[in-house]
């Protein structure tokens, strides 16, 4: 069943509701692949440039301090050895990087665990925009207290459309902003809430608009009909298919007088004969 939350404005009120995408905000939280996921994240955040010296690196003990034999003491070759009092460190650490290797799919599954957990303890929240057109902080701290948000805020915000969003949230201590491709299962962990706008929410989410959603159905449009097909035209000097062909000894007789009616007329005339 989808997962339905109001789609909320930042004066506190609702225009509707949206469904959220199942794929995202509805699996069961894997909770061991978070943990792997988060340890991966810490341990790459470190910058691995701590370094001590070793015995061939600190300056100085180059000469043996006492002879080999005949002191009573133990043998010595250098005073820079580690047990030495400003001697090097034995097994000391180097700069190295701490980075492990966690898979995309894995590192996409712990996001929408992560998701998927705060979702199901209703700490998230969808504005349908910021419509703030200059930064101010005290709008900010408003539209806080509007849509009930307490303890720490995670809000998701798009880099073109949310700058003055950005600039007005930015100097509160217990919000964290964040762009949409920066999401991590991390941040989402260390935070109470988490806010979206509903141009910038994960998965592919569905609008219902409150105002419509009870309005009476839209009839069908009436099916139209396909137009009747044309007689083909037929030629007069073509052949009609199916016609029987009438052989010409059934042909009926011409009379003479038909004969002589159809004949042109031709006027006799006398011919004088020539005289030889």
């Not at 300056?59 to 043996?64: A, E, L, M, V, Y």
């Not at 009436?222 to 009438?246: F, K, L």
């Amino acid at each position: 069943m989808a997962l339905t939350i109001p789609l909320r404005t930042v004066d506190g009120g609702s225009v509707g509701s949206i469904d959220l995408d199942e794929s995202v905000f509805g699996i069961e939280p894997n909770v061991a692949v978070m943990h792997q996921v988060v340890t991966a994240q810490l341990a790459a955040a470190r910058s691995g440039t701590q370094s001590t010296k070793t015995r061939a690196e600190v300056r100085g003990g180059g000469k043996k301090p006492f002879k080999q034999k005949g002191t009573g003491r133990a043998r010595q070759g250098s005073t820079r050895a580690p047990h030495w009092v400003g001697g090097g460190v034995a097994l000391g650490p180097k700069p190295r990087s701490y980075r492990q290797r966690t898979p995309k799919k894995m590192v996409q599954l712990a996001l929408r665990s992560a998701l998927s957990d705060r979702a199901s303890s209703e700490h998230v929240a969808v504005i349908d925009e910021w419509p703030w057109t200059q930064p101010k902080t005290a709008d900010a701290k408003a539209a806080l207290a509007a849509l009930g948000l307490e303890g720490k805020v995670l809000i998701v915000l798009d880099r073109e459309k949310d700058h003055n969003t950005y600039r007005s949230f930015r100097n509160l201590p217990h919000v964290q902003l964040m762009l949409t491709g920066e999401l991590n299962a991390y941040d989402v962990l260390c935070n109470d809430w988490i806010v979206f706008a509903r141009y910038n929410l994960p998965g592919t989410a569905t609008q219902v608009d409150e105002s419509t959603a009870t309005a009476a159905p839209t009839p069908a449009p009436a099916p139209v009909s396909a137009p009747e097909p044309e007689a083909p035209v037929v030629n007069e000097a073509d052949p009609v298919e199916g016609a029987v062909d009438i052989p010409a000894d059934d042909e009926p007789d011409t009379t003479v007088a038909d004969a002589t009616d159809a004949a042109p007329d031709t006027e006799e005339t006398d011919t004088e004969e020539t005289p030889s």
